[in-house]
């Protein structure tokens, strides 16, 4: 990101802990965790699709609750942890290159729960978060934990029994 | 041989003529009989790990060296003059890189006499200059420093009044703002002596809403000048189209602009080609010379970018007392805003789906002070089906027929419009298992009693609709297919895949047709200089255009294999065959898989190339489908909530069930929320959008989608249409959906719906003037069939104005 002196003066030194990972970002008071992480850190996974707290496709974990990162100021989150789509799967050390899905990400493949899969980052953090809280909701728990979660393609059937496998797979797993 | 062919082919209603040139040979059709082990399954997306761990690229997420965020200042008035622009206060903050106005930048011709730039500006939110800077919200800031000098004019935002005498003129040179001049008049048969002659004449009017896209992903570009090569991404449904669009607005060779769209958030018809903020991206990077990024917001994606046509439409329709349907007339009026590109066709649906020997259409499409109207999924049909089937319902009731019933009895064996034979049509089988599943036969619906007694405001009732759209695709589309030297596969077409599983249909065509593994195959898209042409994905064309491009690169593909195979094996080609990337002798012992095969030949590349055949003029091609809705309303709040919806389509051979499952239950979230929900809010005296975001235009959440859904297809492979099978399904299922909720609501409570969205205080009105009409003003309502002119038949008083 190149810097221009005057416009800077105004930025302050932020340290985020994103995926278990420190940075320190120079942001302005205005920029929201959504800009820090996805200009700043290069983390896109978090989708801005209305900057305004109406749609969800920026969710990501603050703390251990899920949270709008386009209504979140960077500079209100330091030192607290977050954690976004990026930090999801790890690496898998018996399949070179490939990563180890969450069981989220796997049963949103297996479920085929979306079509564009640009609210699908949101859509995988706002069920991680509620699993957390509840590991054996019910249907109208899930979708009470996706409502603030738009999916304009109409995916939301497969989203429920992603959420609802995911609960299953992770029960049987853990 | 190389043949040059003619074939006409229809997009979203419209028929055009199409070249193409046929060097190779066509595949035989994959009919019922072909036994195909990969076509058919449920594949997951051959994509997926990118898109559910948020390592997809969209056109958003691309960063580059140095780039530049940009936005662009917009009208505030309806209808006003530009009387002078001052940038220079927003090019002395530091931070920005480039501003761009009609002042400093060479005029470029846009729509009918008007400029990028223009100096009239005709809608809220049209453009008037654009700033690049190192951050979005340095360029925020440098807008509110342009300062803009207005004369406001008179402005028109009422398609009810646009084409009146008074109405301002939204351009000099159209003074009763109908676009081309004149409504687009279509009859058939001999209409008025059809509804003297009837036992019954049912009409009403219908009024629809201006529906936004709201695609998640917003329009914009990314914009990078390497010499005098320019590379764009864009959110777009045509890569090819956004690099005609730009090579001509630039005077650049084609060989010059590169398109790239690897993921795309959404476009349900919005993102046709290259926007003003596609051209306005490649000028900012030019003048700061560094790359650009220029997505819209919210609220500008509402405005700007497109939006299905609010439309009013006089419907009447003549019936004998045997329920034979004798014509249908419908007057409608569009409202698409400054920049319409035509009518969409609202008379599709009358024109088409019943058979009908009297038939007479009007549609009017109206220029207004507003942003431009676009296609949006089965653009036309989606309006004009709402008030067909609401009045296909009022006609069933006055000939005291089963609403399904009804429709069976008028069921067109032939293309009414055309007169031609359907290359197939499964739309019986459609009813027939879409009644099966919802319980049709077996639903109380006579008597619409409350649910139960603790609840005394619910009522449920039953609904049904039909669907028509075409489907087909057609030329020009192509495929070149490379095989590598491990023996795995690159399918390389320039379409696009929009979220609705291209990539991994056309992976499972490929495989299948080359008697690959589905895993030795991998499709490349969205790249005009790697890819060969496609058509833009719209209109259900992408499978049928590009499914039979990739099944002939795929035989060619195969051919050459075993040609080879035959020469390294020392056995004749047609004693081999290659399934499952292996290839066997039939009878004998010979064996060798293509990665063997391939390892032995020095980087060979085995190259094959397909492109679409052309159609068959002697049949019609559509897509059929039926909805049917249970509905729970509370006649105390006027809330309805969808309990089920049953979508059953045809649309050829399904090579995806799971794929195209989801795009069933797309389409009917879509529809149903074009039913109930959605509705761009103007205010006609200021001339300006109420409701240009996500809280105030309302989609439907997870907590608004019906209870249940049930997509099925009728699996039929339709080998007139295409060598695969296939037709599109993209559009299909949000046809019959707002139609089906409204006549089930009809079926509840017992009053018919003339209006969408059916939000609840639209409900509570019906209801009140149902119960109370001696209270209620009843407006009056335009007579489409005058009643002096029918003679002593009964009429229908149904109708809302």
Known sequence: MPNNPEANHSRRPVTLIVNDEQHTVYVEPRRTLLDALREDLGLTGAKKVCDLGQCGACTVIKGDRAVYSCLTLAVECAGQPIQTIEGLAEADPNAGSQLRLHA?????????????????????????????????????????????????????????????RAAEMLRIGG | MVKVLKTKIEVEGRVHEEVVVIDGELPAPWDSKAELTIVGQPVPRVDGAERVTGQARYTSDIQLPGLL?????????????????????????????????????????????????????????????????????????????????????????????????????VWVDEPRNVIGGEPDIYKRGDVDKAFKDADFVVQATF????????????????AQWEGDNLTIWDSTQHIFGVRQRVAEKLGLALNKVRVIKHYMGGGFGSKGGAGKYTVIAALLARKAGR??????????????????????????????????????????????????GGGMPIAGPVQEMYRCANVYTESWSLYTNLGRHSAFRAPGFVEGNFALESLMDMMAEKVKLDPLDFRKKNYAERDPKANLPYSS???????????????????????????????????????????????????????????????????????????????????QVAAEAMGFRLEDVRVHVGDTSLGVYAPLSAGSMTVPSMSPAVQMAALDVHKQILAIAAEV?????????????????????????????????SNYMVVGRGVRGPNDNSYAVNTFGCQFAEVEVDTATGQVRVLRLVAVHESGRVINPMTITSQLYGGVTQGMGYGLMEHRVVDHRSGIVLNPNLTDYKIPTALDVPLEIVGEMIDLPDTIATTTGAKGVGEPPIVPTAPAIANAIYDACGVRMFQAPISPDVLLDALLRRDQPTLVEQPARRELVPVSQLSDHEQEKGGDI
Request: a neutral charge.
């Open chain 2, 207 to 222: 009024r629809t809403p201006t529906a936004l896209h709201n695609c998640l992903e917003t329009h914009g570009s990314v």
């Open chain 2, 569 to 601: 094996l020392g056995a004749r080609a047609s004693s081999l065959e290659l399934k499952g990337s292996v290839i066997t002798q039939r009878k004998g012992k010979k064996r060798i898989t293509v990665k063997e095969l391939m390892h032995g030949l």
């Open chain 2, 69 to 169: 965020h940009a936005r662009i200042l917009r009208s505030p008035h309806p209808h006003a003059r530009v009387k002078s622009v001052d940038i220079s206060a927003a090019e002395a903050l530091p931070g920005v890189r480039a501003v761009i106005c009609h002042t400093n930048t060479a005029p470029i011709k846009w729509y009918r006499s008007s400029f990028l730039f223009d100096s009239t500006l005709r809608h809220v939110g049209d453009e008037i200059a654009a700033v690049a800077a190192d951050s979005l919200e340095i360029a925020s800031d440098a807008l509110r420093l342009i300062k803009v000098e207005y004369e406001v004019l008179p402005h028109i935002t009422d398609e009810q009044q646009a084409n009146d005498e008074a109405a301002p003129p």
């Open chain 2, 291 to 340: 790359p650009v990024k220029l997505m819209l917001n919210r609220t500008e994606e509402n405005l700007v970018t497109g939006n299905r046509d609010s439309t009013v439409q006089h419907i009447a329709g003549a019936v004998n007392k045997d329920g034979t349907l004798l014509a249908l007339k419908l007057v409608g009026y569009a409202n698409s805003g400054a920049y319409g």
């Open chain 2, 425 to 507: 049509k499964g739309l019986r089988q459609a009813y027939e298992r879409g009644a099966e599943i919802i319980g049709w036969h077996s639903r109380a619906w006579a008597d619409r009693p409350a649910v139960d007694a603790t609840h005394p405001d619910l009522r449920r009732g039953f609904g049904m609709a039909s669907q028509i759209w075409g489907g087909g695709g057609g030329p020009p589309a192509h495929a070149i297919i490379k095989v590598n030297a491990d023996g795995t596969a690159d399918v390389i077409t320039g379409t696009q895949d929009i979220g609705t599983g291209t990539k991994t249909v056309l992976s």
């Open chain 1, 104 to 164: 989220i990400q796997q049963a949103f493949i297996e479920c085929d729960a979306y079509q564009c899969g640009y609210c699908t980052p949101g859509q995988i953090m706002a069920i991680k978060a509620l699993l957390e809280h509840n590991p054996s909701p019910t249907l109208d728990e899930v979708k009470l934990g996706v409502s603030g979660n738009l999916c304009r393609c109409g995916a939301y059937p497969n989203i429920f029994r992603a959420a609802l």
